[in-house]
């Protein structure tokens, strides 16, 4: 049996993205994300819980993360769960998790519209290392009728 490693998160980022180049040329952007919870406790106080996200993200889209991505912009990001185990300086074992994006969207940013932007090894179908997906300000005149007036029944 297959499985399914995915994770969906909105949430705000917590810090300007730290970008390293890898000795192969590789370029990997690391960032945290906040994501909030708010809700309602038995005594009627509002609540709000955020947990902090670790997002990786490497090549066409750290190019993306680097030019356009800093603290406080919301975005929407698609990946994988990925746990790590490392020795720390102090030679202690940890482990942590950290989630390796697939795909973005910036939101909420004036002027910018809504951009997607897939990795190439996503299963979504890119041209690029990226695909940006813009929505179109005006209507498609291929889709027009040329009259104004609604043939809806209601």
């Known amino acids: 049996m297959a499985g399914l490693n995915k994770v969906l998160l909105i ?6 993205p730290e970008i390293r180049t890898l000795p192969s040329g590789a370029k990997v952007a690391n960032f945290s994300l906040a994501t909030s919870e708010s809700y309602t406790d038995r005594s009627g106080q509002k609540q709000t819980q955020t947990e902090w996200h670790r ?53 909420g940013k004036a002027g910018s519209g809504n951009d997607n932007y897939s990795s190439p090894g996503s299963n979504e ?17 291929q889709f027009s009728t040329g009259n104004d007036e609604d043939d809806l029944p209601f």
Request: aromatic content about 6%.
């Open 11 to 16: 949430g705000n980022v917590g810090g300007d």
């Open 55 to 107: 997002i990786e993200i490497w090549e066409g889209l750290a190019n993306v993360v680097e030019q356009y991505v800093k603290k406080g912009d919301p975005l929407y990001i698609e990946g994988k769960i990925r746990n790590e185990k490392w020795t720390d300086q102090n030679g202690q074992e940890r482990t942590g998790v950290r989630i390796r994006a697939l795909s973005m969207q910036m939101l």
């Open 125 to 141: 179908d890119t041209s690029s290392n990226y695909s940006q997906t813009t929505k179109p300000s005006e209507p498609d005149p």
